[in-house]
């Protein structure tokens, strides 16, 4: 197994855990102790995402559990979409830019962020309310404006997430109608490192969504590589998560 997947390994243990010593690691991924220390301490996830306590053990900042405890000092908005919908849009759009001054996001408004803040929370409004009867999302939780910036090594961005039970979908909104090559690219630029982030128990699904369009649920091919990217308007949300939930005969 190469380093790269051993450290990712090592960092989904640390955030499963209550805490978890490096010999600990080392036993239970059959790795000798000095290749876990030397990792430890020069893998970006764990240097940047992880700590040690004064009892030597290593814990994750965002917990790779249900719910993600962490994961709210990172987001403009966090919460479970049970929540998420009590909230009038107001009430909403206050904590959202409260939680976005704190994670230090741009509130430059010039270019009708704000339009398209509430242009997001519309469609996954609406996408819920279209879920309802087809699905229990009790538990599952969404965040608006997630911003990691640690270092230059670790930077991860999401407009939107909705976590289930089984995936992480990772939305990039814009209010278009027509789907441009380099927006495709953006939607799934931060998809490996939301992979580690969220663990291996979890698919991480980016998907493009142009709220301007109307009746498009479309696969794109991601640049010159075989993947294709999933591309949607806002009333077809629902088709994508019925495609990785399977809920509808």
């Not at 030597?56 to 908005?77: C, D, K, V």
């Not at 479970?80 to 976005?100: D, H, I, M, N, R």
């Not at 996954?124 to 230059?152: A, P, Q, T, Y």
């Amino acid at each position: 197994m190469n380093e790269s997947r051993l450290s990712s390994r090592m960092y989904a243990l640390i955030c499963q855990s209550d805490g978890i010593k490096a010999r600990e690691i080392a036993k239970q991924l059959n790795m000798d102790r000095t290749t876990v220390n030397r990792l430890l301490y020069c893998y970006p996830f764990i240097h940047d995402l992880c700590y040690q306590d004064a009892d030597y053990n290593w814990h994750g900042y965002i917990r790779q559990t249900r719910p993600h405890t962490g994961l709210e000092a990172y987001s403009g908005y966090y919460s479970t979409v049970p929540e998420f919908l009590e909230y009038t849009e107001e009430e909403w759009f206050a904590q959202l830019k409260e939680g976005c001054k704190r994670i230090g996001r741009n509130l430059n408004d010039t270019r009708g962020l704000f339009h398209s803040f509430r242009d997001a929370r519309e469609t996954m409004v609406n996408l819920f309310e279209d879920l309802k009867g087809n699905v229990d999302f009790e538990h599952w939780e969404i965040v608006f404006e997630l911003r990691i910036k640690r270092s230059r090594s670790i930077r991860i961005y999401a407009d939107v997430l909705v976590i289930t039970d089984a995936q992480v979908f990772s939305f990039e909104f814009k209010m278009k109608d027509k789907i441009e090559p380099e927006e495709v690219e953006q939607a799934a630029k931060y998809t490996s490192y939301q992979e580690v982030l969220f663990g291996p128990d979890y698919d991480v699904i980016p998907v493009l969504v142009l709220t301007r369009a109307t009746d498009l649920y479309t696969y794109v091919p991601l640049g010159k590589s075989t993947a294709e990217l999933p591309v949607c308007s806002g009333d077809m949300l629902f088709n994508i998560f019925d495609e990785y939930r399977g809920f509808l005969d």
